[in-house]
């Protein structure tokens, strides 16, 4: 039983960090901007637009709550297993904290500006002391952090809607900055487009010295979202949705209700952000306030989705495959960071700006298929992925051993 959940777990977090490039993959390819609207590229033809509305509605937001409450969940496993093998349970946290921390800042510096393992590590020190929390607390907690975020940022932005639509000169230039970084020919797309494009000295120096604080300012920005999503998934661990515990009827209807829910809300927020023409404060708005709550149930919709296929499914050959690609998640995640760093820089290929929105997702379904053609074939011969061993022996201070038992 115990090797069935792990492996339910494993196929979960597979999807999640197939479904984590999904929802990167324009933050790769073109300027910030670009990630919220097509309007910012100038891309407003129709597959364009309608590859923007397929990732707003199923992907984005949504891939990155699936795992961020796998993160939860997996460290409380982690304590879990600790304290039953007699570790002491803080010195293996804070040091798997601190390493993976590490690890962020070197991803952020040396690799791709959108790091989540800085924000993750800093906002997973705080999960030692929640640990033994019941599934009510933690998950009222977290719903309470995540709310908390969406209205601090969704106040900012109506405030300064308010004023500039009430005649506030003093606002009206803020207004127009906010706005005018979403549309073609922004300034920062600009800037982006030139550094982005260039050598890999330019790219260091862009990150080190212009934004060097970067993944710091992160943890203020979003540490109380991410910790309440952890959290989430710590109570989904523990009341047995993530642990595998759950019958297939149960599973289906949690899923059909969460996920049903989610897209009915996110298609009308939708519609709006069509109907006004692709507005950039509704859209902005629409992305990281109206559509908070909804992208939440639709990572736990997706959450007892990918549990189902992996009882269902248990047998199958594909299955197995994403379990593989799921025990190589932190592998996978810094692999495509390196790969598509390389297809899309000044330093590799080039091909920064210059491949449209829907053809992106071709370079979706090429990394995919990588990660499922070699995960499962280096975890027959090894015990962890290259960069989960490097971790594991990290934060034990001692060379772990590689080959596998089985």
């Known amino acids: 039983m115990t090797g069935t959940r792990i492996t339910a777990l494993d196929v979960t977090r597979g999807f999640a960090v197939m479904g984590i490039l999904a929802m990167n993959i324009i ?57 039953a093998a007699g570790r002491n349970i803080a010195r293996t946290h804070i040091a798997r904290m601190a390493v993976l921390g590490l690890f962020g800042l070197l991803h952020y510096y040396l690799i791709w500006w959108g790091d989540i393992l800085f924000l993750y590590a800093a906002c997973g020190m705080l999960l030692l002391m929640l640990r033994n929390w019941s599934v009510r607390a933690l998950a009222i907690t977290g719903a309470v952090l995540i709310a908390l975020q969406a209205l601090f940022y969704g106040s900012a932005l109506l405030a300064i809607r308010l004023a500039h639509d009430g005649g506030a000169a003093s606002v009206a230039k803020e207004y127009d900055r906010f706005v005018g970084q979403f549309t073609a020919g922004s300034t920062q797309f600009a800037e982006q487009m030139l550094v982005y494009r260039g050598d890999y000295a330019a790219i260091l120096y862009h990150r080190f010295i212009e934004h060097g604080t970067q993944p710091f300012a992160g943890v203020a920005q979003f540490g109380a979202e991410t910790l309440g999503l ?70 736990i919709g997706y959450v007892a989705l990918f ?32 790969v598509m760093t390389s297809l899309f820089y000044g330093y590799g290929l080039g091909l920064f700006g210059e491949v449209s ?18 995960s499962k074939p280096w975890l027959e011969r090894y015990a962890y992925g290259p960069m989960e061993w490097l971790w594991r022996s990290l934060a034990r201070w001692q060379l772990q051993p590689i080959r596998s038992h089985a």
């Open 230 to 299: 952890m959290l989430i998934g710590m109570a989904l661990f523990k009341s047995g949705l993530l642990g595998g515990a759950w019958p297939i009827g149960r599973l289906m209807t949690w899923c059909g209700r969460c996920l049903a829910l989610g897209i009915i809300a996110n298609l009308a927020l939708l519609v709006w952000q069509v109907a006004t023409g692709l507005d950039a404060w509704v859209v902005a708005t629409s992305t990281i306030v109206w559509s908070v709550p909804f992208d939440v149930v639709m990572s």
């Open 357 to 374: 929105r829907a053809a992106c997702y071709l370079f979706v379904l090429g990394a995919w298929a990588l990660m499922l053609l070699w």
């Open 27 to 83: 933050a790769f390819a073109w300027p910030e901007p670009v990630y919220m609207t097509p309007m910012a590229g100038g891309g407003s033809n129709i597959t364009d637009v309608t590859a923007w509305a397929v990732n707003y509605m199923l992907i984005d937001s949504k891939m990155r709550g699936l795992f961020s409450m796998l993160f939860g969940a997996s460290a409380l496993l982690v304590m879990d297993r600790a304290d």
């Open 307 to 338: 549990m189902l296929l992996a009882q269902r499914f248990a047998e199958s050959a594909i299955i197995a495959r994403v379990a593989a690609t799921g025990r190589a998640a932190f592998t996978n995640y810094l692999g495509t960071s390196v």
